[in-house]
């Protein structure tokens, strides 16, 4: 019997859960330009999940990725949206920003979000 993306999708989100922390993911959404004072406005909003908090691999260093990055696994369920690095986390007061994002996927379904951050 072949697994279906949602059970997994739930599996994802409930060990997440059980060790994870919480983060928060802001979304953030271009506004326009403000021709007076020259800057692009902006609007977010924040989602609070549980994500795994880890330091990057020293394999995974290079051109992209720095030596003091983390690396954070969210569950794909947990958001309605698929993370960009347009977007930011902030844990524990710091916000960071999304340097890449890579998604695992079973049967074109996501079923969590690894993200690299830099404060």
Do not use: C, W
């Amino acid at each position: 019997m072949p697994v279906k993306p949602k059970g997994f999708r739930k599996a994802a989100s409930k060990v997440l859960k059980a060790v994870g922390s919480d983060v928060t993911i802001r979304k953030v959404t271009t506004g326009s330009y403000n021709t007076t004072t020259g800057a692009v406005g902006e609007t977010t909003a924040d989602t609070t999940v549980k994500g795994f908090i880890e330091d990057v691999l020293s394999r995974e260093i290079g051109d992209l990725v720095k030596a003091d990055d983390k690396k954070l696994t969210i569950a794909a369920s947990d958001l309605d949206y698929t993370p960009t690095v347009a977007h930011r986390v902030v844990i524990s007061s710091v916000v960071h920003q999304i340097i890449r994002v890579q998604t695992t996927e079973q049967g074109n379904t996501a079923i969590s979000y690894e993200l690299i951050l830099r404060s």
